[in-house]
């Protein structure tokens, strides 16, 4: 099963406190596996402008 960020995030807020799986009627998931997965998520560069993530000596053209 393929969940968005949004799902997953949904599974983890919905999910009782101290348990480490969350059972749906078709899908069993485990926590530490979607928060782990929310973690990398969060933790992506998304590269806007890549004048800001290059060495400032590099010659960029344009503009």
């Known amino acids: 099963m393929n969940l968005t ?3 997953m995030r949904k599974i983890v807020d919905g999910a009782p406190e ?3 799986v969350y059972e749906t009627d078709t899908h069993v998931f485990d ?5 782990a997965a929310i ?4 933790r992506t560069d998304y590269v806007s402008d890549i004048r800001n993530h290059i060495s400032p ?3 960029v053209q344009g503009d």
């Open 5 to 7: 960020i949004e799902q």
């Open 18 to 20: 101290g348990f480490d």
């Open 39 to 42: 973690a990398d998520h969060d």
């Open 57 to 59: 000596m590099t010659i």
């Open 31 to 35: 926590l530490d596996e979607l928060r």
